[in-house]
Nanobody
Framework: QVQLIETGGGSVQAGDSLNVSCAAS????????MGWFRRAPGKEREFVAT?????????YADSVKGRFTISRDSGAPNTVLLQMRHLKPEDTALYYC????????????????????????WGQGTQVTVSS
């Protein structure tokens, strides 16, 4: 059974950096696409970033582009990292890890990555709180 476990959330000040990670187990993830979504209080779940593990292709939401970096942990192949810099209060949310067993070609990745329906496994989430 596939499980995604997020770690690394916490409370920081605006402008600080924070890293969250997602460790996957119960399957072979080398061909997966893994991503991060978040849900702020009273808002819908929104896309943050995704990475195709075979090609390292990435897609980012405009709101985090240039501040967040998604990558595969070279020391742990089944772990994906989200490095968050220059955090803002509006980044406060429950951050969810997601994994997809579907193949997204480069032509469709940008459209498919932000869709919740593109992912078939989800973690429980880790809280990130940014104070002003």
């Amino acid at each position: 059974q596939v499980q995604l476990i997020e770690t690394g959330g916490g409370s920081v000040q605006a402008g600080d950096s924070l890293n969250v990670s997602c460790a996957a187990s119960g399957g072979t993830f080398t061909k997966y696409t893994m991503g991060w979504f978040r849900r702020a209080p009273g808002k819908e779940r929104e896309f943050v970033a995704t990475i195709v593990l075979t090609s390292a292709s990435t897609v980012y939401a405009d709101s985090v582009k240039g501040r967040f970096t998604i990558s595969r942990d070279s020391g742990a192949p089944n772990t994906v990292l989200l490095q968050m810099r220059h955090l803002k209060p509006e980044d406060t949310a429950l951050y969810y890890c997601a994994a997809s067993t579907y193949y997204f070609s480069p032509e469709v990745l940008a459209n498919a990555a932000p869709r919740v329906s593109s992912y078939n496994y989800w973690g429980q989430g880790t809280q990130v709180t940014v104070s002003s």
